[in-house]
């Protein structure tokens, strides 16, 4: 089964390249009376565009979107909602160099294996372009969301190694790499600005906070809510690692450190970060993940060619110096479309 579609009831199915006419997404199985227009989807879609922080690419996109069906004076009408956005600023001359070399750390030699051909104008459907069509996704899933006071947000805690201490969530709007430490984002920009002068790249960690969800959400045994989180989580590009809670960090843990004491008035702590047995406990959903540097760099590398031939080569492109600031609202979205397709799971299993 080709891998366009994701969720079980809120489902949707993503299309479109990044040189392509526009990318887009159809949602089908929203309920039907959740109110929505395109400026609630254009609000989310404008956090994700290119062009907002120093570490992002110079491509300029409007990303406008169009509703072009499901939704009926400001409601969503239970049909399929198809949402669109047309590409305006691709270049792909700045690609024909490497139409026929793979870069180091990216899909090109995989794409071509697998499917035999590869659209290389601006990495094709293996292009970051293709989460607009998640986050358009996702603005509705937060629209129906909303209705039942759950909250996602997401904020970087890790930059090119710099690591954010304070947690002050206020701030994540306040600068430009949603990062809840202000004295961290200062570092934050000084090693963008120098890895971008070396033409390098870096990576980082982002953290997503869910609050608000009921307890018994998730499906045992293969459709947990950790391990859809981490399939959708992992299915963004430059994804490498998902954590649940304490993580990797449980696993040099004592028992007696790592359960949450349970008391009258809830758990007394959240190493589990919100979820026991693959259900939803009640408490804070906290995940953690790791952003791997972008792979298109300056800097000359070892490659081959399409007939295999060795050669080197150095991306020139406009790339991003790292997926992080963007990549937060994309996570924020994946999380967000998890919650909406296991709110209808539930709904669907016991009458509450
Ligand atoms: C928000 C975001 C922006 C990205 N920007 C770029 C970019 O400008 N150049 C690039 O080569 N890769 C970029 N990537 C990473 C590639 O999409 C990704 O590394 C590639 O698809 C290979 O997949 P993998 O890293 O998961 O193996 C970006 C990813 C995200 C999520």
């Not at 899933?141 to 890790?158: G, P, Q």
């Not at 007939?307 to 992080?324: C, N």
């Not at 600031?325 to 539930?346: F, G, T, W, Y």
Request: charge should be neutral.
């Amino acid at each position: 089964m080709p891998g366009n579609t994701f969720g079980t009831l809120f489902r949707i199915t993503t299309w479109g390249e990044s040189h392509g006419m526009g990318v887009g997404v159809v949602i089908d199985g929203c309920p039907s009376k959740v109110p929505l227009d395109e400026s609630i989807i254009q609000a989310m879609m404008n956090r994700r565009k290119p062009g907002t922080s120093i570490a992002s690419t110079a491509r300029k996109e409007p990303d406008q979107v169009v509703i072009m069906s499901g939704v009926f004076e400001g409601m969503t009408t239970g049909t399929p909602i198809m949402i669109m956005v047309y590409n305006k600023d691709a270049d792909s001359k700045a690609y024909a160099p490497y139409a026929n070399l793979f870069r180091p750390g990216h899909g090109d030699i995989t794409y071509l294996a697998k499917y035999g051909i590869r659209d290389w104008r601006g990495g094709g459907r293996a292009s970051a372009r293709e989460t607009v069509a998640r986050v358009a996704a996702a603005a509705v899933a937060k629209a129906f969301l909303d209705k039942k006071d759950i909250e996602v947000l997401s904020y970087t805690i890790e930059l090119g190694g710099v690591s954010a201490e304070a947690r002050d969530l206020n701030l994540i709007a306040k600068n430009m790499f949603c990062c809840p430490d202000m004295e961290a984002a200062k570092e934050m920009e000084k090693r963008v600005v120098e890895v971008k002068k070396m033409g390098d790249s870096i990576g980082g960690i982002v953290e997503v906070l869910a609050r608000g969800v009921p307890p018994g959400w998730g499906d045992p045994v293969f459709d947990k809510i950790d391990a859809d989180l981490a399939k959708a989580l992992m299915s963004i590009g430059a994804v490498k690692g998902v954590e649940i809670g304490s993580g990797f960090k449980a696993a040099g843990k004592l028992g007696s450190e790592n359960n949450d004491a349970i008391t009258p008035q809830g758990f007394s702590s959240n190493h589990a970060g919100g979820v026991l047995a693959g259900i939803s406990n009640g408490d804070d959903i906290v995940v953690r993940v790791a952003v791997k540097p972008i792979p298109s760099i300056r800097i000359d590398q070892n490659t081959i060619d399409t007939s295999k031939r060795s050669t080197t080569i150095s991306t020139k492109g406009r790339h991003d110096v790292s997926a992080i600031p963007r990549i937060n609202v994309v996570c924020e979205a994946m999380v967000s479309l998890v919650l909406a397709d296991h709110k209808m799971r539930q709904a669907a299993i016991r009458d509450q």
